[in-house]
């Protein structure tokens, strides 16, 4: 078994097709399809089921995909490690983010990153805590910034960027506009707008909703702050989000009201990265940059 034919294998099973592998790999589809052969030929087992317009993986190849993308990240790790050892950074670095997570600008940080280290790759995937931290865990994402991510969850690294309230969030004509602050007794009845449960403010949301003993109904599920944003602004839902969102422009003639009761929530953004010693070098040079450039938070 050779990395190549691992690499050849795991560009069939991103793209779900032989030719878009190929042409991503600037490899012919005839040696590409032979490469994976050979590996189903090794392991005596087929890795995708092939009809005339789709392929998708066996359960042997969804098991082979988990150790395939782990060893080219560790092949990687380890040509990134001599490269650093002889002064340079080249390769390539994927960081994985949530849409407007606290503590860090994501544009900022990467264009200082690639103003040092011109000579490596940049590659940034949006997506959910969960996904990201699958990322993470299989190689796929060097290190990503995500939400509400506690050491239970998470046995890497965890470096700590932000951390602030959840407020209410609601139109100027709404109820609780003319109020200071609402319990969450009071919620229970409300229709709320948030995100898909994978994101960071909506796991903050239902463990503080969870904490409190009141169940809500969300009835309105979006992927992005402006959607959630122009929505409660039309008046058709309100929202439990972290408190930066209520100083953005586009929430300018929204009220933020504050939330009392036993129950305190908060919204902790943090940097994920594999456990220390795994950390490849462009993903500690990316922390350094964090830490010590002005701007790059």
Known sequence: MELRQLEHFVAVAEERHFTRAAE???VSQSG???S????EQELRTPLFSRTTRTVRLTEAGRALLVEAERTLA????ARDAVDAVRGLLRGTLTVGVE?????????????AFHRDHPQMELRLRQEGTSSLLDGVAGGRLDLAFAATVGPA???GELVPLARERLV??????HPFAERTEVGWEELARASFIDFHPDWGPRRAADQAFAAAGVRRT??????????????????????VVPHHFSRKPEAELLVPVELTGAVRPVYESVAVLPAALSAGPGARALMRLLREAPGAG
């Open 153 to 155: 969850e998470w046995r």
């Open 168 to 173: 209410l969030l609601c139109a100027a004509g």
């Open 218 to 239: 969300v009835g309105l599920e979006v992927n992005d702050v402006h959607s959630l944003l122009e929505l409660v602004r039309e008046g058709l839902g309100i929202a």
């Open 24 to 26: 991503r790999l600037a």
């Open 36 to 39: 994976v052969r050979a590996l």
């Open 99 to 111: 849409q407007c997570v606290a503590g860090v600008s994501p544009a900022r940080l990467l264009a």
């Open 74 to 77: 560790g092949a990687r790790a």
């Open 32 to 34: 590409l399809s032979a």
